[in-house]
């Protein structure tokens, strides 16, 4: 397999500082001008490897679900679905704080753009077809969307009132499996 492209690695790196933006300022404060600070460039870089604001959302989307399949890969001797718990909610050296609060503003922004709200859906529709999977025959399909509504409804939460909600989603999800998983 190749090496990844220079302009492939640009364009992550930009779009990893608009991750970093856009959950530390909300959509509102994710300027094209903001993300280029951010990523050390100039304005017109970011420009250049992003035709518009939408396309830089759209890679967010593919940057941060690579990312979170990355976290979930990283624990191959753990059962697959806390492995995926562990990189979807819990606290500690995988988690990723400014990811999270990433999540909720792509979220936000997929409501007001129809392009996008086709991805994140398609997107979410991958992930509970995953949770599936990883169950290995123990969770439905309804079950498994109950499981990524639990996580993204975490994630919402968690970027509203992070306080409250530290530590207490990742342990709760593992106690939501243990009377979803079928025996």
């Given at each position: 397999m190749g090496r990844?492209?220079?302009?492939?690695?640009?364009?992550?790196?930009?779009?990893?500082?608009?991750?970093?933006?856009?959950?530390?300022?909300?959509?509102g404060g994710a300027t094209i001008a903001a993300v280029a600070t951010e990523a050390g460039i100039a304005p017109g870089l970011v420009h250049h490897y992003f035709a518009n604001k939408q396309e830089l959302y759209e890679v967010l989307l593919d940057e941060l679900r690579a990312e979170f399949h990355r976290r979930v890969a990283a624990s191959?001797?753990?059962?697959?679905?806390?492995?995926?718990?562990?990189a979807a909610l819990a606290l500690g050296e995988r988690s990723d704080v400014s990811a999270a609060r990433a999540w909720v503003g792509l979220f936000a922004e997929a409501l007001?753009?129809?392009?996008l709200f086709e991805k994140v859906r398609r997107a979410?529709?991958?992930?509970?077809?995953?949770?599936?999977?990883?169950?290995?025959?123990?969770l439905s399909?309804?079950?498994?969307?109950?499981?990524?509504a639990f996580i993204v409804g975490a994630l919402v939460?968690?970027?509203?009132?992070?306080?409250k909600t530290a530590g207490f989603a990742a342990p709760s999800l593992r106690r939501m499996?243990?009377?979803?998983?079928?025996v």
């Open positions: 990844r492209s220079l302009r492939t690695q640009r364009r992550g790196q930009v779009a990893r500082a608009f991750a970093r933006v856009l959950g530390a300022h909300g959509r191959p001797g753990e059962d697959p679905l806390d492995a995926y718990v562990s007001s753009d129809p392009v979410m529709d991958a992930e509970v077809a995953h949770v599936e999977r990883r169950g290995k025959g123990t399909a309804t079950d498994a969307s109950a499981v990524i939460f968690g970027a509203f009132a992070p306080r499996l243990t009377g979803l998983r079928r």
